[in-house]
């Protein structure tokens, strides 16, 4: 038996949220999304429940209704790193489906500025910059995630020349 919710009550408190979760996780996503649009509602201002809404949302192909779940979870406090870093990619990579260029550029570099080790950011705002016509940026950003992660020993064998160029596209010695 489930403990009541109080006022002021995180809505984990009694594992909706958990639950939620779940069901999203084991492919049930209508439910999940039901389930989540629920507890949006019943607590707005939970952070991690509006970005498990805007994920619900997403993985349903519904980005135009995830936007705002993922704008609140974003200006909300209380989302754990974790949480904040998917938040700030799905809702750069949200904007960039939709079209909205500069929103994604301008997530994404907030994101990348937040956790500069994310790859996934840095990935993530090359596309968006590509997508906004900022194809050396996007070029440079990328060549620099290659040199820093790959493992491929092609690229471990001249990663400073490709740290190189991507310092200067245009250089040729």
């Known amino acids: 038996m489930r403990k009541a919710v109080t006022a002021g009550a995180a809505p984990d408190d009694d594992g909706?949220?958990?639950?939620?979760?779940r069901l999203r996780e084991a492919g049930e996503h209508q439910e999940a999304r039901r389930r989540l649009l629920a507890l949006a509602a019943e607590f707005p201002g939970d952070a991690r429940t509006a970005y498990q809404t805007a994920w619900a949302h997403d993985v349903l192909g519904l980005e135009a209704q995830a936007v705002p779940f993922y704008e609140r979870a974003v200006s909300l406090p209380g989302l754990p790193e974790q949480d904040r870093r998917g938040a700030l990619l799905g809702l750069g990579s949200t904007y960039r489906v939709l079209g909205r260029r500069a929103d994604a550029v301008r997530t994404l570099r907030q994101g990348v500025e937040e956790f500069p080790d994310d790859g996934g950011l840095r990935a993530f705002l090359a596309l968006a910059l590509h997508d906004a016509g900022e194809h050396r940026e996007a070029t440079?950003?990328?060549?620099?995630?290659?040199?820093?992660?790959?493992?491929?020993?092609?690229?471990?064998?001249?990663?400073?020349?490709?740290?190189?160029?991507?310092?200067?596209?245009?250089?040729?010695?």
């Open 16 to 21: 909706r949220l958990a639950d939620a979760v």
């Open 140 to 173: 440079a950003l990328l060549l620099r995630l290659l040199a820093a992660t790959s493992a491929d020993p092609g690229v471990r064998a001249h990663r400073r020349a490709i740290e190189f160029y991507a310092a200067d596209l245009d250089a040729t010695a």
